[in-house]
């Protein structure tokens, strides 16, 4: 194919890595080529918080599952949808900030087309990556830790560092199951997709030594239940309007 599709094939999250640290220059390279990512009208509503503080980091690894490889990793960064600048810019002119639904979809938006240049230009210089949902398990645990202001809403983290594991290729849905033409498919087409693609994804647990089952089953388990509540109330008390 290419250099940057084969990069894009090689993607595999990864959960174990050795003790190097990430250096400071590929952090910064991997932050620039992270904010090369277009920005809705670059409005740039979002920032990075690089956890350095072992404390911390071992807080944020315990409140997000555990998940130790958050205090292990070589470094671990937290993205956030960032409307405080933003918020700032409008109070100097003496007018109050005020915004809809839109700016923090905006702001979730850009922030993941940010997340994933960085986390592809990490995976270029040689690292592992793992994002980090577990984060929204407590945010208001995570903000007191990380002392947010108004404005700063965390989203996910992201683990870098030197893999010491080569996870096998996780498949996806076929690209016909994804890529429509001009409207959406009948539910019997997207059934038969979906009747796929769990086959294949029985036969990759299977190899790799798991319990086989079915994407559907996992699906069926994670969305028959409202995970995480208390969301929408958190990021309003942020600042953010749901409305
Ligand atoms: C926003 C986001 C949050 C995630 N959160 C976690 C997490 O908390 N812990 C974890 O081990 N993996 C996490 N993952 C990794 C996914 O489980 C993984 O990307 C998915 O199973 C596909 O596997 P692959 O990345 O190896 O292809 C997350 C991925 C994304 C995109």
Request: glycine share 24%; no cysteine.
């Given at each position: 194919m290419n250099p940057t599709i084969d990069q894009m094939h090689a993607h595999r999250s990864v959960r174990k890595y050795t003790d190097d640290p990430v250096s400071a220059e590929h952090i910064t390279q991997a932050m620039r080529a992270g904010q090369m990512a277009a920005t809705s009208s670059a409005v740039q509503p979002y920032c990075v918080i690089h956890i350095t503080d072992s404390t911390k980091r071992q807080q944020i690894a315990d409140l997000a599952g555990p998940q130790q490889k958050v205090h292990d990793c070589g470094a671990f960064f937290i993205i956030c949808a960032d409307l405080r600048k933003h918020m700032l810019i409008v109070e100097k002119t003496g007018q109050q900030y005020d915004s809809s639904l839109e700016a923090f979809l905006v702001g979730t938006i850009d922030a993941s087309l940010f997340a994933q240049n960085f986390n592809l230009a990490f995976e270029s210089l040689g690292y592992g990556t793992c994002y980090i949902g577990?984060?929204?398990?407590d945010l208001p645990l995570l903000d007191k830790i990380l002392n947010l202001p108004q404005g700063v809403c965390p989203l996910y983290g992201l683990c870098v560092g030197v893999p010491d594991e080569s996870p096998s290729s996780r498949p996806r849905l076929a690209p016909d199951a994804m890529l429509f033409e001009n409207t959406y498919p009948t539910d019997a087409e997207t059934h038969a997709g979906i009747n796929r693609y769990d086959e294949a994804y029985t036969t990759y647990l299977t190899e790799r030594g798991a319990q086989p089952s079915t994407w559907s089953a996992a699906i069926a388990k994670k969305f028959s239940y409202a995970a995480r509540p208390g969301l929408g109330d958190f990021f309003r008390s942020k600042g953010a309007s749901l409305d």
């Open positions: 577990g984060i929204r398990n």
